[in-house]
């Protein structure tokens, strides 16, 4: 008899444009299934088809791909994989991949025949069957496939328009495993879980450092951001909308790292798409910067981000796998927005003390004050809290490949 093919698993996400967070989730899965020696067939699918490997990611299929049979076959996966995305609909994935002209247009259909129409519009031009983009149910597929979930997020789940939540809940208690990535989110579900219960797991992402060590990383940077690493600096981020609100408190904090710890800002865009759009703002900010500083090019692969963020000494942003990237290689870090729930709710499930709340930039001089004690606490605390989370990081997958027969 001819030897069996290997399993095939879709992995679906956020991957149609280049938000490094998102990015991450195919390329540490095939890293862990590499790792356990499992012998699988991944394949990425988003809503729309996108090849970003000058990047370092790997090229996606369009979602209507997912469900005409040309991949998945009877007792495959499908595995969906976080970033906050159990509380977005049609109309929110969608608009990421639009212009401020698409988004427009968006808003004033909503307004005019109403949000929950336009949605259905959305995904039916997609050939989507599930409620949501990023919740998907077994019962969506013509073929018989197990459907698991990877340390995924999103409170905004519990806002959802009432008949799309309950059909949202429908959909997770079919799923053959469910993890979700901090305490509120669980909360959320527990009433509502799968057979299987509902996981706790830290964000996948965080096993980055086994997998990209910082020599592998700098031999594979551009030299022009190796030179813009070779003194101390301190990671800077923010996004266009927290950035333009907060200009002037962002560029004071910036100036105290160099006066108080000799510390230039590094400002470094990490979401480059309609909605975060790090490269505007901080293009702006670097012209209003009176102390030392330099801007990471804006074309900065996955893999120079991640350099960026391992060899600093402070990372200070609002992206939440900025803040990963530095748990990861051990490296101080703050979230720069404490409206972020869900910045807020990873710090606190998986962070230290010290680097568990967002800063409150209405007051520079007490942001300044928690990057000190951020700088004095011993490394030897991130790198016990580091290893703890890769072990936890670990054992989800472990749990997650067992609960569909892959591995052992």
């Known amino acids: 008899m001819p030897p069996m093919s290997p399993r095939r698993i879709a992995l679906v996400g956020a991957y149609d444009r280049f938000n490094y967070g998102d990015l991450l989730f195919p390329l540490i899965t095939n890293q862990e299934l590499s790792r356990r020696g499992i012998a699988a067939e991944t394949r990425p699918f988003s809503l729309r088809e996108a090849d970003l490997l000058c990047y370092g990611a790997i090229p996606n299929r369009r979602m209507s791909e997912l469900?005409?049979?040309?991949?998945?076959?009877?007792?495959?996966?499908?595995?969906?994989?976080?970033?906050?995305?159990?509380?977005?609909?049609?109309?929110?994935?969608?608009s990421h991949t639009l212009g401020p002209l698409g988004n427009k247009a968006l808003y004033?259909?909503?307004?005019?025949?109403?949000?929950?129409?336009?949605?259905?519009?959305?995904?039916?031009?997609?050939?989507?069957?599930?409620?949501?983009?990023?919740?998907?149910?077994?019962?969506?597929?013509?073929?018989?496939?197990?459907?698991?979930?990877?340390?995924?997020?999103?409170?905004?789940?519990?806002?959802?328009?009432?008949?799309?939540?309950?059909?949202?809940?429908?959909?997770?208690?079919?799923?053959?495993?469910?993890?979700?990535?901090?305490?509120?989110?669980?909360?959320?579900?527990?009433?509502?879980?799968?057979?299987?219960?509902?996981?706790?797991?830290?964000?996948?992402?965080?096993?980055?450092?086994?997998?990209y060590p910082?020599?592998?990383?700098?031999?594979?940077?551009?030299?022009?951001?190796?030179?813009?690493?070779?003194?101390?600096?301190?990671?800077?981020?923010?996004?266009?909308?927290?950035?333009?609100?907060?200009?002037?408190?962002?560029?004071?904090?910036c100036e105290g790292l160099y006066q108080q710890h000799g510390l230039r800002a590094l400002l470094l865009p990490i979401g480059r798409y309609t909605g975060l759009d790090d490269d505007l703002y901080l293009r702006?900010?670097?012209?209003?910067?009176?102390?030392?500083?330099?801007?990471?090019?804006?074309?900065?692969?996955?893999?120079?981000?991640?350099?960026?963020?391992?060899?600093?000494?402070?990372?200070?942003?609002?992206?939440?796998?900025?803040n990963i990237t530095a748990q990861s290689f051990a490296v101080p870090h703050l979230g720069l927005d404490s409206r972020s729930p869900k910045l807020g709710a990873y710090l606190q499930t998986w962070d230290i003390a010290p680097h568990q709340r967002c800063v409150d930039v209405g007051d520079p001089s007490k942001v300044l004050e928690a990057v000190a004690h951020a700088l004095e606490t011993p490394a030897i605390e991130r790198e016990r809290k580091r290893d703890e989370l890769i072990a936890a990081a670990q054992d989800n997958y472990g749990r997650l490949f067992a609960s569909v027969g892959l591995g052992t």
């Open 67 to 94: 469900h005409d049979g040309s991949f998945l076959r009877d007792g495959d996966v499908c595995m969906i994989n976080g970033g906050g995305i159990l509380g977005v609909d049609w109309i929110d994935v969608y």
């Open 108 to 211: 004033y259909g909503g307004r005019l025949i109403g949000r929950t129409r336009v949605d259905r519009l959305i995904r039916r031009s997609f050939a989507g069957r599930s409620c949501t983009p990023f919740i998907i149910a077994p019962g969506d597929f013509q073929q018989r496939i197990d459907v698991v979930y990877n340390a995924v997020g999103g409170t905004e789940i519990a806002s959802l328009p009432d008949s799309l939540r309950q059909a949202a809940y429908q959909a997770l208690q079919q799923a053959q495993y469910l993890s979700v990535r901090d305490a509120q989110v669980r909360d959320i579900l527990t009433p509502t879980a799968p057979p299987s219960g509902v996981n706790l797991s830290p964000d996948s992402a965080v096993l980055m450092s086994r997998f």
């Open 284 to 322: 702006g900010l670097s012209q209003q910067l009176r102390t030392p500083h330099a801007l990471v090019p804006d074309d900065a692969s996955i893999g120079e981000i991640m350099l960026a963020i391992a060899r600093s000494t402070l990372f200070l942003g609002t992206s939440l796998h900025g």
């Open 214 to 253: 910082v020599d592998k990383l700098s031999h594979h940077a551009r030299s022009d951001l190796r030179a813009l690493l070779a003194q101390p600096y301190a990671c800077v981020q923010a996004n266009v909308g927290f950035g333009s609100a907060n200009t002037d408190r962002v560029r004071v904090i």
